[in-house]
């Protein structure tokens, strides 16, 4: 099955990242967000003690708040960081790294996604279940994990 091809003002450099590449690939903005996340979540839960008090112990409640703003704060940083390998959003220096890092990869005599030993078929089904599944976050967190060679774009550096 095809890759869905936008009409995208940035050039697309992966339709299906691994996680780790991902991550990788964070700017400082997205470190930013996640700090944010994890700051704010547990702010908002005095804010609102402040404006109405309940009166007890709030220990196990900023802790469980200081949790979920992190893991918000992560989730949206990860979609941030894969609008830009989609090229929905401003990648110049995404590119810049993706270049050195495939042709590194080429020199290095390894595969440009990694080795599988998943079938085929297996991968191409990983590659469906997971590319763009960073828009359904508010769902259910979903990665790409699997090494494979299905990622919506011309391996342009095989030919380098």
């Known amino acids: 099955m095809p890759v869905k091809q936008f009409n995208n003002e ?7 990242p691994h ?14 967000t996640v700090a944010a996340g994890t700051a704010a979540a547990p702010a908002l839960l005095l804010a609102m003690e402040k404006a ?15 949790f979920v703003g992190a893991v918000g704060g992560f989730l949206l940083a990860y979609q941030n960081s894969s609008l830009r390998f989609w090229g929905w959003t401003e990648n110049e220096r995404e590119v810049v790294k993706d270049k050195q890092e495939m042709e590194q990869r080429l020199k290095d005599g390894k595969p440009l996604y990694g080795d599988s030993m998943m079938p085929q078929h297996v991968q191409d089904e990983s590659a469906r279940n997971s590319r763009f599944a960073q828009l359904k976050f508010s769902a259910i967190p979903w990665f790409n994990l699997a090494n494979h060679n299905n990622h919506g774009v011309d391996t342009k550096y095989e030919s380098s």
């Open 52 to 66: 109405n008090p309940v009166g007890r112990n709030l220990r196990s409640p900023l802790r469980l708040a200081t």
């Open 19 to 32: 996680f780790f590449r991902v991550v990788r690939y964070f700017r400082g903005t997205d470190y930013a």
């Open 10 to 16: 940035y050039p697309v450099i992966d339709t299906d």
